[in-house]
């Protein structure tokens, strides 16, 4: 199960990563201040869901489960980093 472990461990890294990210630029330009909040709430929400999903006891092939989770990770991450970005 070393693999569940490590999956939750890059989630938890990498979504905290992007919350420090957005706090960062709050605190750089205080005038986003609700465009940060709204990024962060979003983290938190998509993170509930990969543990969510990574604790999913009913999987036929965990394997390729994680990959998917895999997946969805980075897209999410991809796609709140470039909020980030734009703001």
């Known amino acids: ?17 992007i919350i420090d990210a957005a706090y960062i630029h709050q605190m750089a330009n205080p005038d986003d201040a609700s465009k940060t909040e709204a990024i962060v709430d979003e983290a938190i929400a998509d993170f ?22 895999s997946k969805e990770l980075e897209a999410k991450a991809e796609a709140l980093i470039a909020k980030i970005n734009a703001l």
């Open 48 to 69: 509930d869901e990969l543990i969510t999903k990574i604790n999913q006891k009913d999987v036929e092939n965990k394997k390729q489960h994680f990959k998917a989770v």
């Open 1 to 17: 199960m070393a693999s569940k472990r490590l999956l939750k461990r890059d989630v938890n890294y990498v979504m905290g990563d």
